[in-house]
């Protein structure tokens, strides 16, 4: 399916299927818990993302330090930005899968998956790249 399509039935389908959930819950505990709910949803889902970024930025540090590319730290970042946006868009179904992908165990299954599908090409040592030969044709000119 064209990514384009998806992108937009995503755009169309998910803020449909939140704003059902809201009425829903609204409808249930009140309109002023729910917007309570949806505030304190996203304040906790900031201060864990906080706390999962930093572990992650620390993982990265140790990884370069150790002289290895920190593949699976960077494609856990790069979930972490997407469980920062779930969890600050206003709605329950964004609010689950943003903590879902909060879940360190999930997260890394995820990029590991990913990994396995999509393996990075072999990286060269630093210092050992091997020599290059440029082909062409030449001929001399005199002066």
Known sequence: MNPFAVLFLLLLVV????LYFLIQVGRVIGAIPTIALVVFTALLGAMLLRLQGWATLQRTRLTLARGELPA?????????????I??????????????L?????????????FLRRNPPPAARPPGREEPRTIEGEYRREDD
């Open 15 to 18: 803020p449909l299927v939140e």
């Open 72 to 84: 699976l730290e960077v494609l856990e970042g790069v979930l972490l930005v997407l469980a920062g």
């Open 86 to 99: 779930c969890l600050l868009l206003p709605g329950f179904v964004t609010d689950v899968v943003g903590f």
């Open 101 to 113: 992908l909060l879940v360190p165990t999930l997260r890394q299954g995820l990029v590991r998956a």
